[in-house]
């Protein structure tokens, strides 16, 4: 209808005034007596201008009660909807938090998976190196012997270094530890004996002599097993290289090249190859009966050297080569020019020479060089199959 257009536009000025007073909150009772005319029926047909004050209007009043209960349930309408409206915003934003929340704790739980599984793998390897540390494996060696670790290592490290390495030889359920000169000749050298102070005593017995004593960065025995298991390796061939210095500080060697020993069962058998050096064949010595090549290894306590019954050294009889020579051990015959491993009978009483070491062919007019320090040292030589 043309005219409730009109009523509203008419209505407007005090509908506005009207919720102008009601913002400001200071609402007159009469005023407020007034405002329930929409609420309840109206009875008697009183023209608009009483209640409006002195705006006269024509309209009659039922039309505005409807107009106005029209409008209040228009705003209530849209209350609601504004209120539907801002709950669904709201849940809308709580959804929209709550998965921001849930990707975040995806985020962290799968970080924590990951964590966990990292940690379960970390304990795990612990595990399985504490069984290895445990069990009968043997450690990791570095090569066969110290020329099959400059033979791995020489395409790959520029200059390796002399020291302790660990090795493994082959056909041996053993893996022990050596010391590899990699700078003397060439290097690839396993050392077998080391003498240089006179600190470490060297009156042991056969037990000591077979397993090796000392300390393999200085002074030591390698150990006749271990030397062993370096020379039997299968398609191999091993260079002793024995190296000298005086107290005067005079250097000389001897080399042999098809060194090798005989088993255990065979009290470690020497066998020498051919003699190349500066300090004479000791080994062999002038005459059959000073030659050690082929003799077995003898010490205090496990004779098997040449004197059987006994032989005669100078004015005295010797029935062993080992306990004549202060109990230290060799491979004694009768008992030959030659003893590496030979010391004072007792130590502390000869401060001034430590060692007695016996190189008999290395002489200087006539007379036997004292010797200082020796190193007897093994290496492979190349074969042709
Ligand atoms: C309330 O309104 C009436 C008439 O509109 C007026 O006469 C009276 O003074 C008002 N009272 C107050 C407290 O505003
Ligand atoms: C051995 O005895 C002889 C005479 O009995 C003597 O002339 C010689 O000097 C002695 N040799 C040693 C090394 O004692
Ligand atoms: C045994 O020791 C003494 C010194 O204690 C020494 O004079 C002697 O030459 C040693 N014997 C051997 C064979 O080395
Ligand atoms: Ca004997």
Known sequence: MMWTAAVLLLLLPSLLSYADKENRGNINQSELDNRDFADVPVKDQRPLGEVKGQDSCTIPCDITVKLLRDEKQSIC????????????SNRKLMRDVMEAQQRALDILSSQVTELMTKVQTLSLEVQRSNTEMYSMKPVQSHGRDCSDIKDNLVSVVPKIPSGIYIVHPENTDSSFEVFCEMDYMGGGWTVMQRRSDGLTDFKRSWDGYVNGFGHLAGEHWLGLRKVFHIVNQKDTRFQLHIALVSHDDVTSYASYDDFRLDSETQFFSIHLGRYAGSAGDAFR????????????????????????????????????????????GWWFNQCGLANLNGSPEDTERNQGQRTHIVWDTWRHNGVPYTIKSVTMKIRRIATNN
Do not use: K
């Not at 006994?310 to 004549?324: A, D, L, P």
């Open 285 to 328: 010595g002038y005459n059959q009966e000073q030659n050690q090549d082929t003799a077995p290894f003898s010490a205090s306590d496990v004779d098997n050297d040449g004197c059987n019954p006994f032989c005669s050294i100078g004015n005295c009889t010797v029935e062993s080569c080992s306990i004549h020579h202060n109990h230290t």
């Open 77 to 88: 309408g849209q209350l609601q909807q504004s209120l539907l409206a801002f709950g669904r």
